[in-house]
């Protein structure tokens, strides 16, 4: 059965040459995730669905939490008409499971 992961989470940017867009996975959700899982640096390959969009994309383990964190595309941020700040709801499917 495929494992599926539903939450809400504010939207955040990592400020650098090019800015990256995240949500970041609740703990015990990240905690769930376990060593088989996982491919180079802790990634995970993952189905998301995100209002009308759903694209296949990977989730990995930020340093400072621990927490897996998701990369939000630009297509998705404004075609969504996400802010950075607010809360978005998410459903992640693990895919290699």
């Not at 899982?37 to 995100?50: A, P, Q, Y």
């Not at 009308?52 to 595309?73: D, N």
């Not at 941020?77 to 499971?97: H, Q, T, Y």
Request: proline share 9%.
């Amino acid at each position: 059965m495929p494992i599926r992961y539903d939450f809400r989470s504010e939207l955040w940017v990592h400020i650098g040459e090019n800015p990256w867009y995240f949500v970041t996975m609740p703990p015990d959700q990240s905690d769930e995730i376990t060593a088989p899982m996982r491919k180079g640096f802790g990634s995970v390959r993952v189905e998301v669905k995100l209002g009308t969009f759903t694209w296949l994309t990977t989730i990995f383990p930020e340093a400072k939490t621990g927490c897996y964190v998701l990369p939000i595309k630009k297509q998705v941020r404004l075609g969504a008409n996400l802010e950075v700040g607010k809360p978005v709801p998410v459903a992640i499917r693990l895919v290699d499971v």
